[in-house]
């Protein structure tokens, strides 16, 4: 196809390796890399001692390994019933599974925002929002990255003309590694009577103290009226959840396209979720050390362009092209990267990003710096 030839020539084409993982490794045609592109934040999948404990405590006649169908016709049971309610305890709130984070958000968003609503949503939000927003029957508004005073200007011009205006935002943001103000967007959604919205697949397990995520870091669980949380990067598994209240969970479970009509989750994989977030709240060393880990990195790159303030450390090298050729340096070095280039990105500001986790040592976080500069 004359496309695919025009994707190559820019050096856009995407495809799929064939790699194994091991641990923070991972090895691709024979060859063993230190693994820098995982949402395994915690190291939970190399953990093979808890794949063991999970087996030997399964009670395997407890639960059929299909779901059969969708939650609302023979696919519910007590796997997931006991998740959310689990979830709901962490939380303090109501909580309603979804079968990935992409799911959520493209079957969230349209389900609450209506025709005479408006989104109000940060620049950089990730694709599952957008093109959550994309099927909505409101307007929409964008403000710039992390730019409080452009949302209040958006918040201020739209006062008495919607129904209902929704702030939509992540906590951690993917691509630049760095933080919402979630106290600033509280106070800006009480002032002008809107909701929030916040997506903590980056934070889920990594922050907080027992890892729900920012809003539990600021003690704002209860004042965000939608906390979307991811379980396939820090929790190791598949899929996602909302933290919501008894309504809208109510409301989401007749409106919600994304969760009416697809099957549901495996029970097998719903307990595996539950076996590891069990193990997760209290991985307060493994969250420490990640914390750990970041700044010395951090810091060891204070010289290069580098975003954010979180374990995502994205380090801009400009050009395409000379993001490709830092990506083929650093996996000579035997450090696995992959080039965020433009459109994923906007012109000019690749980047090569930098995904820590908890099972990396201070010597293999050196091997990257030094594989940087070589």
């Excluded at 995502?312 to 990267?337: F, L």
Aim: glycine letters at 8%.
């Amino acid at each position: 196809m004359d496309k695919l030839k025009e994707l190559e020539r820019k050096g856009l084409l995407r495809e799929l390796k064939l790699l194994r993982q091991e641990g923070v490794y991972i090895k691709y045609k024979g060859q063993k890399f230190l693994n820098l592109s995982s949402n395994d934040y915690l190291g939970i999948s190399g953990m093979i001692e808890f794949q063991r404990e999970f087996f030997e405590t399964l009670d395997t006649n407890a639960f059929v390994m299909g779901a059969l169908s969708s939650r609302l016709l023979t696919g519910n049971g007590a796997c997931a019933e006991n998740l959310e309610s689990y979830l709901s305890g962490l939380y303090g709130r109501e909580c309603l599974l979804y079968n990935s984070g992409y799911h959520a958000n493209t079957g969230i968003l349209p389900a609450i925002a209506e025709k005479g609503d408006l989104i109000a949503a940060d620049k950089l939000v990730h694709a599952s929002i957008i093109d959550g927003m994309k099927l909505c029957h409101c307007e929409m508004k964008r403000y710039k990255h992390n730019d409080y005073s452009d949302l209040e200007r958006i918040l201020e011009q739209s006062a008495g003309r919607y129904k209902s205006v929704y702030i939509v935002t992540e906590s951690i943001f993917s691509m630049d590694g760095d933080t919402a103000n979630l106290e600033r967007l509280v106070e800006l959604k009480d002032r002008y009577g809107a909701k929030l919205y916040v997506d903590e697949a980056h934070a889920f397990g990594v922050v907080g103290e027992t890892g729900l995520g920012c809003a539990q870091h600021k003690q704002l669980i209860d004042r965000i009226e939608y906390v979307i949380c991811t379980l396939g990067k820090a929790g190791a598994s598949e899929g996602a959840f909302v933290v919501c209240d008894p309504a809208t969970k109510q409301w989401l479970i007749n409106r919600s396209r994304t969760l009416i009509f697809t099957t549901a989750t495996p029970p097998v994989n719903i307990l595996w979720t539950h076996f590891i977030i069990r193990k997760m709240v209290e991985m307060k060393k493994e969250r420490e050390h990640l914390r750990q880990i970041t700044k010395r990195l951090r810091d060891k790159l204070a010289g290069c362009n580098i975003l954010g303030d979180t374990h995502i450390i994205p380090v801009v090298t400009g050009e395409n092209d000379s993001c490709i050729s830092m990506a083929e340096k650093m996996r000579s070095k035997g450090i696995w990267v992959m080039p965020i280039r433009y459109p994923s990105v906007p012109a000019g500001q690749a980047r090569i990003r930098l995904s820590l986790t908890a099972a990396m040592s201070n010597e293999q976080t050196d091997m990257v710096y030094e594989s940087i500069l070589a």
